[in-house]
């Protein structure tokens, strides 16, 4: 009877006092053992260590369920049920249904279960409604210690901000790491001088920096690789970025020529390219137009339609190892990219293919760096949490769900300078070399692409320049719309434009309620973040207040001395006072915020110049067409 040992370790019975008797070894063992009293072959084992029993996500659990699919498996042997499955939806769908379509016998060494035997099926009822009670009162317990120890400032994270490590000798702190750290020092830096994001995303990689993804892994990190799928057949993957084609299989002939269909793309047009990365075994060969070719490692041909590796005769029970990395570019056309991976000449063999996303820096992890506050000594967390301990979906915590304590760690970057930042992250325009915001900044758009329009020449006298389609600057190549266009062209347009509807559509009260309902927009806004830094203030002055009467009843114990209280009494009323000010400071602004700021209407009677925020009040995009015969077309979107 060809035999599956199914064994399972998960964080929640790490927590148990006997759990050397649970550990994978010990389970391997004890399931040999009960395999070789019966008689069972066993012909593969299955791991999954740091997984949940209500996790059907598992990938040592999904490729066994696979193979009992496919007919490879007569018998599946756990230690218990529970290792197995801790969810009742899962045993009732697996051991007591398609097993049985299978014609799976599934065994448990421990509590006695075979579902080849009917009145062993109440018993398995009955367990795994006690298990599944069992991750309800764990999953309440861990979320009310996770709780208690973020109120304190502990780390619960499971992997440490990028910048810095756990603290050997204690998990729940942080320390920094010298050489991650250096790199988000550097990123703050950039993007402080004037760098935008996608610049200094783009000098991260170029310089060959690890993304924080990658670095984690590098040092040991058990992240888990996220998989687009473990598959053999038609998929596409929608987004441009690079992924990694890792192709394992056993060959089980001596001498035999292999040769396997292994990327077949589709839709590519040119547009991505396949480097080797590894190869194991034998030498790597590609067919290209009828011509066979010979590859190293490193070395990068064009994604084509469809090509073919070949690998030399390899001797029997020779692990295999092959690993592409395919960069898909830009696009435009919005094509599905298909993969396919086939082994339909290799016989006998045991063959797995994974396609996964590799991380690079990009504007988004940039982001995420310069907004973090952990970078200045605070912990924010709580900042997600999921539906159950079932569905895993995450629900993002409103601000004030979320629990913030101060100077728990070492700072990497000054606190005036993350101040500094995210004032910049706040103005979505973006600023010139110069300091100065461009007028029309993220407005002008390719009538062809739809790409932006950026500066592509000098200043004038003016203050005007040229701008031309990204496409060109880029040199991509797919937009034929090159011809730049002087910005005091277009801004004298957009100007007449602007009071040509003005002239025709001019209503005063019109414009003073629009402008009432935008100003009260925006006070609102102002309002709720002066009214939470009071309550977070006044929530520190309260703690305060615990803290003097505190440290007046130790002084009268006994407990401290009069000069060591005295220092603590000084130090008390300082913070005590920064406080009363800063609340002081707020309730002010909180006052004049109520009132309502004085317009002049009439100055959108007739415009002289244009500003910022002009434009973007009243211009949604500004569309540049291709210039032709002396002429071009060009049009404005209205937000109204």
Not at 60 to 65: H, R, T
Not at 81 to 88: H, T
Not at 399 to 409: A, S
């Amino acid at each position: 009877m060809r035999t599956a040992l199914y064994l399972r370790l998960s964080d929640e019975d790490k927590l148990k006092i006997d759990n050397l008797s649970e550990s994978i070894k010990n389970q391997e063992i004890m399931l040999k053992d009960y395999a070789k009293e019966k008689g069972y072959e066993v012909v593969s084992i299955y791991n999954d260590e740091d997984w949940s029993g209500s996790d059907d996500t598992r990938p040592g659990f999904n490729k066994m369920l696979e193979e009992c699919r496919k007919g490879n498996i007569d018998i599946v042997l756990c230690k218990t049920q529970s290792r197995f499955a801790r969810d009742m939806e899962l045993i009732e769908k697996y051991i007591h249904n398609l097993f049985h379509q299978w014609n799976v016998r599934f065994v448990t060494v421990v509590d006695r279960i075979d579902n080849m035997q009917k009145e062993s099926r109440k018993t398995s009822q009955i367990l795994s409604l006690t298990d599944q009670w069992y991750l309800e009162d764990t999953s309440i317990n861990i979320r009310e210690t996770f709780r208690a120890k973020r109120k304190e400032g502990k780390l619960t994270a499971s992997f440490a901000s990028y910048g810095y490590i756990k603290e050997p000798s204690n998990k729940n702190h942080l320390i920094v790491d010298k050489i991650a750290s250096s790199i988000v020092k550097r990123i703050f830096n950039e993007y402080i001088s004037g760098v935008g994001v996608e610049k200094i995303a783009y000098n991260l990689n170029n310089d060959n920096i690890l993304s924080p993804y990658e670095y984690k892994l590098l040092n040991g990190s058990k992240l888990k690789i996220p998989l687009v799928k473990n598959y053999l057949n038609y998929e596409y993957i929608k987004s441009i970025g690079t992924y990694i084609v890792d192709i394992n299989f056993t060959n089980n002939e001596d001498g035999v020529l292999y040769n396997f269909s292994c990327l077949n793309t589709i839709n590519f047009d040119g547009k991505g390219e396949i480097t080797i990365k590894k190869c194991s075994q034998g030498n790597l060969y590609c067919v290209v137009d009828g011509k066979l070719k010979r590859l190293n490692i490193g070395d990068t041909i064009n994604c084509i339609d469809y090509i073919i590796f070949k690998t030399d005769k390899i001797i029997n029970n020779h692990n295999i190892n092959y690993q592409f990395e395919i960069s898909l570019k830009e696009n435009k056309a919005h094509k599905k990219y298909y993969i396919k991976v086939t082994n339909e000449n290799i016989k006998n063999s045991n063959f797995i293919c994974n396609i996964r996303k590799k991380f690079k820096w990009s504007s988004a992890s940039i982001k995420k760096i310069l907004k973090d506050e952990v970078y200045i000594g605070n912990l924010v967390q709580f900042k997600t949490t999921t539906v159950s301990y079932k569905n895993h979906t995450l629900i993002y915590n409103d601000e004030t769900e979320r629990i913030r304590k101060n100077n728990t760690h070492e700072p990497i970057i000054d606190e005036n300078i993350w101040i500094q930042v995210q004032e910049r992250l706040k103005n979505k325009t973006r600023s010139l070399k110069s300091g100065k915001i461009h007028t029309f900044s993220n407005k002008v758009y390719c009538m062809n692409c739809n790409q932006t329009f950026k500066k592509c020449g000098k200043n004038n006298e003016q203050g005007f320049s040229y701008l031309c389609c990204k496409d060109k600057i880029n040199k991509w190549n797919y937009c034929d719309n090159k011809k730049y266009i002087n910005e005091e062209v277009l801004y004298n347009f957009v100007l007449n434009k602007i009071n040509e509807l003005l002239t025709k559509y001019y209503d005063e009260d019109y414009i003073n309620e629009l402008y009432k309902k935008d100003i009260l927009k925006e006070q609102n806004k102002e309002l709720i973040e002066i009214e939470n830094e009071i309550d977070f203030i006044n929530n520190k002055l309260n703690k305060k207040d615990l803290y003097f009467k505190k440290l007046y009843d130790d002084y009268n114990n006994g407990i401290i001395e009069k000069r060591e209280f005295s220092i603590l009494i000084s130090n008390y009323r300082d913070d005590y006072e920064k406080l009363k000010n800063r609340i002081k400071t707020l309730e002010n602004s909180r006052d004049n915020n109520n009132s309502l700021k004085q317009f002049d209407s009439s100055l959108y009677k007739k415009i002289d110049n244009l500003s910022i925020d002009l434009v973007d009040t009243f211009i949604s995009k500004i569309l540049i067409g291709k210039y032709n015969n002396n002429s071009r077309n060009l049009k404005i979107i209205w937000n109204f």
